[in-house]
């Protein structure tokens, strides 16, 4: 996946295919009978038992890899999708459960970083006392919320809101970011936020499933607010009173389509600017409680939203105002509060809108608060037991592999001159590889975190994490920073760091098998690295130099050619169906699907030529070759939701899984000579069709 120039915790990466942990309630009871694995299980590669060996693969290569795999792995209750990433997901989180449960345990020869690790994790546990509780850890926002009588003072609660919260749901959000013409600079941001349903799309379109989810989204706000107290009646107009207001601040926003431009997301002001646009918003004052320096510039990502937010904050009344913010604040903080509130918003975020049936274990939510709050203190336990340096060396050496076959396509291609061929070159010279976790660990000493005190600790830790991004501000970019955890199954391209970054979750069995032949590996990891590796030349990332700055480095002809095979690629897509008769959004899906092509081939350039002295043979009946794309399909097995679905074709900027396969490969020659396919079978496309953009 391409990562936006983001660097605060705010900035959300997707991931490379819906495998998003659920939020849910956690009743007052005992944990069910599992335990914490002592070692993580394992599973191959290419996966045998995972195949269904009666479909003809030139016809549907993914249910050909896959068959056996969705047949065998029916979607968890408490999941609204279950694939090889989510599975190996948990399996790694299971893992970190009994690091965590260790770490938990009185030990004065704990290091200070794993007592941090351990307390975190007892105070999460501790069910019992959040029960107890129950919505007073909101009592002194509320408070606040409810002293609100001047609009004039709306602006520093503002920032102090979002700095206890790290919620975008608070009208806007600030953000901390790699200036976009200079990427050497750390400046402010200001983006759009504010609404509670996934997308500006829910509150817009007028068909009647999107009527029915506002009509239920209504009344799960008016029953969260009967939770923190409010009478029936106040809580329904509340509710009404929030819909209206997030209705106008989502139709000022710019769609998921739009914010693949980055020239349409950054406009650099300066805070008088900003000041002029917004005259309801006491700027300064913002800021200053924000910790942020908005100084001598910032980016203001959606001007037009900003003017309309300056409406809307202008003509409403104080205690509509107030309405919306407390609404913001039960939304943003009900997962670490009492049952009822965390059922309530499973029930409708999860279980209406996705399809889930019922919540995770409290323990898997611990983990994964842990691993957000203290990641990298987390994962350096993690990779310390179960990723080696020899797991490392061969995946950088698999990097560089790639690399060099990038360097060849672009010295071969025929649609580009040499003018900006020059420049892509010297683009790849610069990117970065960080394989595995970081050079140098986080420091957390300043974060106080106490064993018996679990929404303190959350508080905390995202102030901790404010200020840590505030500090940015007017210093050297850090380049060797992160921005996913050592346990994460996923990986990323940072189009102003020019760096692509695979952290270990992502680097182990089935997804990377040190014990297997290398077909597999090179099908399924090696397309993962080509994947992000390209997505510094998709659409959006070519727009970005090797410096990391927004810049048009192509000549007019070049961006043309460009253009036109992608868009081979955007019309190629728009013709798959999701679910009923929702189509993939091909302007929406183009990045993640042009690096998943360019991806695949630079995997396969690779692996022939780290084949190119071996005899192969073929192994259970596969050829090497077949072995190859076996591997790189079953990345993506997966079953998944219709409701899910729905909500992935509007807001996931991946294509379906099996579309991200079979679609590959209709482009990919090499494939149809593999499995020896026939002109006319389903993957097979005349060649003159083939999509190829790198």
């Known amino acids: 996946m391409i990562r936006r120039p983001c660097l605060t915790a705010l900035c959300a990466a997707l991931p490379l295919i819906a495998a998003l942990p659920a939020q849910g309630s956690d009743k007052v009871k005992s944990e069910p009978p599992e335990r914490p694995y002592e070692s993580l299980p394992y599973t191959p590669s290419l996966d045998l038992e995972s195949m269904d060996r009666t479909v003809d693969p030139c016809e549907n290569l993914y249910e050909y890899a896959c068959g056996g795999w969705q047949k065998n792995n029916p979607i968890p209750a408490d999941q609204s999708s279950w694939s090889v990433y989510g599975k190996l997901f948990v399996d790694n989180q299971r893992y970190l459960w009994g690091l965590l449960e260790e770490a938990a345990k009185p030990d004065p020869g704990r290091t200070p970083s794993a007592q941090k690790i351990g307390d975190y994790f007892a105070a999460c546990m501790d069910v019992a006392a959040t029960e107890w509780a129950g919505v007073s850890p909101l009592t002194h926002d509320l408070d606040r919320i409810d002293a609100l009588v001047d609009r004039k003072d709306l602006a520093a609660l503002l920032g102090s809101l979002h700095v206890s919260t790290a919620s975008a749901g608070f009208f806007f959000a600030p953000q901390v970011q790699q200036d976009a013409n200079d990427a050497t600079k750390v400046i402010a941001a200001v983006t759009a936020g504010g609404i509670g349903l996934p997308d500006r ?99 203001v990502e959606e001007p037009a939203f900003m003017k309309a937010l300056n409406e ?34 499973f029930a409708f975020n999860r279980g209406y809108l996705r399809g889930v049936e019922s919540d995770r274990p409290r323990w898997r939510k611990c983990v994964d608060w842990v691993d957000r709050d203290l990641g990298e203190a987390l994962g350096k336990e993690f990779v310390g037991r179960v990723f080696p340096s020899s797991m490392k060396e061969k995946t950088v050496l698999m990097t560089e ?71 940015k501000i007017g210093k050297p970019v850090d380049r060797g920073e992160w921005g996913m955890t050592p346990p994460t199954v996923n990986a990323y391209y940072d189009a102003q760091m020019n760096d692509i970054n695979f952290p270990a979750g992502v680097l182990m069995p089935p997804l990377y098998d040190p014990t297997m032949d290398d077909a597999p590996n090179y099908g399924n990891t090696g397309g993962t690295i080509g994947h992000e590796l390209t997505h510094g030349f998709d659409d959006e990332g070519r727009q970005f130099d090797g410096a990391g700055n927004l810049r048009d480095w192509w000549t007019k002809s070049d961006a043309e050619n460009f253009e036109e095979r992608a868009q081979c690629v955007r019309d190629q897509y728009s013709q798959y169906t999701i679910i009923d008769d929702i189509k993939i959004n091909g302007a929406l899906t183009s990045g993640e699907d042009i690096a998943d092509l360019g991806g695949e081939l630079l995997a396969w350039m690779a692996w022939q030529e780290q084949t190119k002295a071996q005899r192969l043979r073929p192994v259970d009946g596969l050829t090497p070759a077949q072995r190859f794309f076996v591997g790189f399909a079953q990345w993506a097995c997966q079953n998944e939701r219709p409701e899910q679905m729905r909500v992935n074709a509007i807001v996931n900027p991946h294509s379906p899984p099996r579309y991200r396969i079979n679609g590959v490969v209709t482009n990919m020659p090499e494939f149809a000579e593999a499995f020896q396919c026939k002109p006319g079978q389903a993957l097979v496309k005349k060649p003159e069709e083939v999509c190829k953009v790198w």
Not at 223 to 240: C, F, H, N, R, V
Not at 411 to 423: C, F, G, I, N, R
Not at 438 to 461: H, M
């Open 201 to 299: 799309d829910y509150y817009v379109k007028d068909d009647a499933k999107s009527v029915e989810i506002r009509e239920r989204y209504v009344a799960h706000i008016a029953k969260m607010l009967g939770l923190i107290g409010d009478a029936p009646d106040a809580a329904q107009a509340s509710a009404k009173t929030v819909m209206r207001i997030e209705t106008t601040l989502a139709k000022a926003s710019l769609t998921q389509v739009d914010k693949r431009d980055p020239y349409k997301i950054y406009h650099r002001e300066t805070l008088a600017s900003v000041q002029k646009i917004t005259p309801a918003v006491d700027w300064k004052a913002y800021f200053n409680a924000a910790g942020l320096a908005p100084e001598p510039w910032l980016n």
């Open 312 to 345: 809307l904050l202008a003509g409403e009344s104080i205690p509509d105002l107030q309405d919306y913010l407390r609404w913001a604040l039960v939304d943003a903080m009900s997962p670490y509060l009492s049952a009822a509130l965390v059922e309530e918003d």
């Open 401 to 471: 592999q790639i690399e060099t076959a990038m360097k060849a396509r672009i010295q071969q291609l025929d649609w580009m001159s040499p003018a900006t061929k020059e420049q892509a070159l010297a683009k790849l010279s610069a990117m970065r590889n960080k394989v595995g976790y970081p050079d140098v660990w986080r420091d957390y000493s300043a974060l106080d975190v106490a064993p018996k005190d679990f929404y303190g600790n959350v508080t905390r830790a995202i102030e901790f994490e404010s200020k840590r991004q505030a500090a």
